[in-house]
């Protein structure tokens, strides 16, 4: 059966004047301003045109650019060829707000022919924000352009075994390297999100990055160790879900502890990667004189990163009945998160 894989995630500007069209498109989106449309796509306009011009610098230091088509391209590649073998697969990439965005990866889909669609989203904690997002618009652009392939959606996989595999793999020698300046306190930094989101929604992801936080520190096997789960890239006046980055970063600097930062939520470089955790949050450390600051690689094409996609894209094709799919087999968000797509009865995986 020819099953083609999306993989997808937010997307970024190719160019410097792809920074306000990309802008305006995040923050027209309602699952990111939950307004009616006639006042949040002009808002969306006035915030992406008085905003680009500051966010142009740190793209800037970028190569005036986001590296993350590139990187998912690179993801593309890697599964498409761990699943060379295991049938007639084709992976293509797609971005929720600049190209390729999701009418454009559906045409391809259907140019191909494909049978099935299995919907891979390189989030591995959900979110309204993120993977609903996505999905939305994918249907919408289907129905479109009438593409009928059945669809399914892996919901999540936020302790999976091969993604805490490469997470770990990849802190051990940043954690050895903070032992030689004391005892060192991981901060599993992820992006963060209004604390309405979580608490009128039901958004499940904050309970899913603890789920991936605490199954990170328990494969790092390091008794006693000093962590916790932090939020970065806030933007505007709404209160988020703390901690935040940057305050533990100061803590730590007046208890003069060594700091490991693991990006748990992301999975290739990005702007909040390589300019705000690694340049602004890094140069802040430095200057307070935090004692060790070092940042863990994201899992990009780490083997076995790669290796539990494929996992997750066979057992979906073994099993395709539900439209959102759970790799647990069942629903693992507790009852009050609403959100949660996996309902109250089982999965599948």
């Not at 190569?63 to 590139?70: F, T």
């Not at 070092?294 to 099993?319: C, D, K, M, Y």
Request: aromatic residues 8%.
């Amino acid at each position: 059966m020819k099953t083609a894989v999306i993989i997808y995630n937010l997307g970024g500007p190719d160019s410097r004047a792809a920074i306000q069209p990309f802008l305006y498109n995040l923050f027209n989106d309602p699952a990111i301003i939950d307004l009616p449309a006639f006042i949040r796509t002009p808002l969306a306009w006035l915030i992406s045109t008085t905003r680009a011009p500051k966010v142009a610098p740190l793209y800037d230091m970028m190569g005036g650019s986001s590296p993350i088509q590139k990187n998912t391209l690179a993801q593309a590649e890697a599964l498409q060829t761990a699943l060379a073998g295991d049938g007639e697969f084709k992976v293509f990439t797609a971005q929720r707000y600049w190209h390729p965005m999701a009418d454009e990866v559906v045409g391809q889909v259907k140019a191909w022919d494909a049978q099935r669609v299995i919907l891979l989203p390189l989030y591995p904690q959900f979110s309204t924000t993120t993977t609903t997002s996505f999905v939305k618009v994918w249907e919408a652009a289907a129905t479109a352009q009438n593409l009928t392939a059945p669809t399914h959606t892996i919901c999540c996989f936020p302790d999976a075994p091969g993604y805490v595999r490469a997470q770990a793999d990849l802190a051990w020698p940043v954690l050895a390297e903070a032992k030689k300046h004391g005892t060192p306190r991981v901060l599993f930094s992820a992006h963060g999100l209004p604390e309405k989101i979580v608490t009128g929604r039901g958004d499940p992801y904050p309970i899913h990055i603890q789920r991936s936080a605490a199954a990170i520190a328990a494969a790092l096997n390091e008794p006693g160790l000093d962590w916790l789960v932090t939020y970065q890239s806030r933007v505007g006046p709404l209160k988020w879900v703390e901690p935040y980055t940057i305050d533990e970063i100061h803590r730590a600097a007046a208890e003069k502890v060594p700091l490991v930062i693991v990006p748990l939520a992301f999975v290739s470089e990005h702007l909040e990667t390589l300019v705000e955790l690694d340049k602004e949050y890094g140069h802040i450390a430095a200057d307070k004189g935090i004692p060790f600051y070092g940042r863990v690689p994201t899992v990009s094409i780490h083997p076995a990163f790669i290796q539990e996609l494929r996992s997750l894209v066979l057992q979906v094709a073994a099993n395709p009945v539900q439209a959102y799919i759970s790799p647990h087999g069942r629903r693992i968000c507790p009852a009050h998160c609403g959100a949660c797509p996996c309902g109250s009865g089982n999965g599948l995986l």
